[in-house]
C-alpha cells in the first residue's frame, strides 16, 4: 500500500467546501493518508446501529458519529484571515520544514 503525504494533520481548523456539510468549520480528529480521508468535528454526522457488549462496559442503541470526508473536500483555515488557504511548505536554514498559508504567508505549526 503507498501512502501520500497529507497537508492536514490532526488537530486543524479546516473548512469543508464540498457536499452535505459545505461550509462548515471544525477540528480535524483524525487523518488517513494511505486512503485520502479525514474525519471532522461535526461534520458528516451518520446514525450507527450499536450492539450492546457488556465486557466492554458499552450500551447498545443508536449513536451518531463522525465519518470520514475525502482529504480533497477540505481546506484548512488561514490563521491570519480566518479564510480558506492552500497549504505550502517551506525550508529553514537549518533544514526543517514547516507548513506555511499560501493566502497569507503565516505559519501553520503551533
Known sequence: MN????KIKK?????????????????????????????VEGANVIK?????NPGLNRGGGIID???YIDISNVQLIDPDSGKPTRVRYE???D????????????????
Open 3 to 6: 501512502t501520500r503525504r497529507a
Open 11 to 39: 488537530n486543524d481548523q479546516v473548512v469543508i467546501t464540498s457536499g452535505r456539510d459545505k461550509g462548515k468549520r471544525g477540528r480535524v480528529l483524525e487523518v488517513l493518508p494511505a486512503k485520502g480521508k479525514v474525519k
Open 48 to 52: 450507527k446501529h450499536q450492539k450492546a
Open 65 to 67: 458519529k463522525e465519518a
Open 91 to 93: 525550508t529553514q536554514g
Open 95 to 110: 533544514g526543517a520544514k514547516t507548513r506555511v498559508a499560501t493566502r497569507s504567508g503565516h505559519s501553520l505549526e503551533k
